[in-house]
């Protein structure tokens, strides 16, 4: 049995306040999400132990990050071994692929999706959306 964490103090108003000021990759990776996989209830700059997911499906138990050039290092190896730890799959998009990628990137989360939750239809590449409805 996994224990659950709470977030540490504080963590609800820091949230916040990054969802506040989105960049221009997780503004579109907001989009791509609610127009293609609302029923897997993503939310964003969600708490994980004393991290702060990019974007995390409970029910599937993903997280997704948007990183730029500034990622990729150990910080960010122990911050996917503690996310992994708690029973999440961590999949990272590079902010270029989510800007100028963005069929691909669906098709990806798609893919990760049918793995991780078996029951969820997995869109053909014509049938994503563009907008959100």
């Known amino acids: 049995m996994m224990v659950k964490y709470r977030p540490p103090e504080g963590s609800t108003a820091r949230a916040r306040g990054l969802r506040s000021i989105p960049t221009e990759a997780e503004k579109a990776m907001w989009n791509l999400l609610r127009a293609n996989f609302r029923d897997m209830h993503f939310r964003r700059q ?15 138990r993903l997280v997704i990050e948007v990183d730029g050039g500034q990622h990729g290092g150990e910080k960010d190896r122990r911050r996917t071994r503690t996310i992994n730890g708690q029973g999440y ?6 902010n270029s692929d989510v800007l100028g990628n963005d ?31």
């Open 46 to 60: 969600a708490p994980i132990r004393r991290f702060f997911a990019d974007f995390v499906s409970h029910r599937a």
């Open 89 to 94: 799959r961590v999949v990272r998009f590079w």
């Open 103 to 133: 069929d691909g990137v669906a098709i990806a989360i798609a893919e990760t999706l049918q793995e991780r939750h078996p029951t969820h239809p997995s869109p053909s590449r014509g049938g994503l959306n563009k907008g959100v409805p």
